[in-house]
């Protein structure tokens, strides 16, 4: 996840009694983390489950066209994977950013630590590792080639491809898909509610929504996350559904805040994004050539991918007064959790 910069509310958190008088502040927030606990538990789970299909699925020979029905297991059971972490991403990677960057860091976000020396095994469990080197190597033939001249420029850069040995077979197998298996299960083990930092987890759900708009950028780059399967869309709308199952959880303690409608505006703006995202296809529309997510002309903004964009930003805005940040910030200033400030 980008780093998000979080400033502490003007307001305390209340030890009072619930707007409506039924239940106090503590009782709402032991609900709440409760809940939350067991509903990203099982997703964590889930997790741990694709990937050991995936690494069931991984020859232990050099791979070639004749595994194709492996490598499609591989590629069903890694999208599983995606959508799992989607959903618990907002509310875990702020309290588990370690986690988080060895299991969903993406293939610059490690070159940039490991400099120009890169990584070049990339099928052990040592420098580039997680979902996206996965997916690196599954998809290594059908890369766009706009993400392979972003990727090329980078220092340290080594193309991707499919284990070409039998030694890179079993390091892929036994390393790096072991690894994804080992930070999921540890990941699930280390979730408990102690460990939950109930505010960093709600503006953890703040900084997804916002982050919805850096996704659709990145993507008329070649530089978005799940960039060689590209499936942008897909990542989006699982995101929203682990952002909206989440954020649900609060709803009874908003509204005993008497925090109606900011919630109203909140469930009206995830409609909308859930009806624009639809159930198909996994990528977005086609991106204008002469596109600028800077300066975006008339003509860009017309295309499917230009009504897209602007609809994604325009209901994610933090500087707009009804957007869904917004929105979830007068929520967090009502439950007194430090509020989401955009860097």
């Not at 959903?87 to 630590?113: C, K, Q, W």
């Not at 193309?159 to 898909?177: I, S, Y």
């Not at 503006?203 to 942008?232: C, D, F, H, P, W």
Request: net charge negative.
């Amino acid at each position: 996840m980008k780093k998000l910069v979080f400033v502490a509310s003007t307001l305390s958190l209340l030890a009072a009694c619930g707007g409506d008088g039924s239940k106090s502040d503590g009782e709402f927030k032991t609900e709440t983390v409760n809940a939350m606990h067991d509903s990203i538990a099982s997703d964590l789970a889930d997790i741990g489950t694709n990937a050991l299909a995936l690494q069931a699925a991984a020859p232990t020979h050099a791979w070639t066209q004749a595994d194709a029905a492996a490598i499609t297991a591989m590629k069903d059971a890694w999208k599983k994977t995606r959508v799992s972490y989607e959903h618990v991403e907002g509310a875990t990677a702020p309290i588990f950013a370690d986690f988080d960057f060895t299991m969903d860091a993406r293939y610059d976000n490690y070159l940039t630590e490991l400099g120009a020396t890169g990584d070049q095994n990339l099928f052990d469990d040592q420098g580039a590792t997680g979902m996206h080197s996965i997916e690196r190597i599954l998809y290594a033939p059908e890369i766009r080639q706009e993400v392979i001249d972003f990727e090329s420029t980078l220092p340290g850069y080594k193309a991707a491809a499919w284990p070409a040995t039998d030694a890179e077979a079993m390091d892929f197998k036994t390393k790096l898909l072991q690894k994804l298996v080992d930070d999921a299960n540890d990941l699930h083990d280390q979730w408990t509610p102690a460990a939950i930092d109930i505010g960093a987890a709600f503006q953890g759900l703040v900084g997804l929504m916002n982050e919805q708009k850096e996704k659709v950028n990145l993507a008329a780059t070649g530089e978005e996350e799940s960039r060689y399967a590209n499936i942008t869309l897909f990542d989006l709308r699982n995101n929203l559904a682990g952002t909206k199952k989440i954020y649900d959880l609060f709803v009874p303690w908003i509204e005993a805040k008497n925090g109606t409608d900011p919630n109203e505006s909140i469930q009206t703006h995830i409609g909308e994004l859930v009806t624009l995202y639809g159930t198909s296809p996994d990528a977005l529309p086609v991106v204008p050539a002469d596109w600028s997510s800077d300066q975006p002309t008339p003509a860009n903004l017309a295309t499917p991918f230009g009504m897209m964009w602007k609809t994604i930003h325009d209901e994610v805005d933090p500087n707009s007064p009804d957007s869904i940040v917004s929105s979830m910030n007068d929520c967090a200033s009502l439950l007194g959790f430090p509020e989401f400030v955009e860097q």
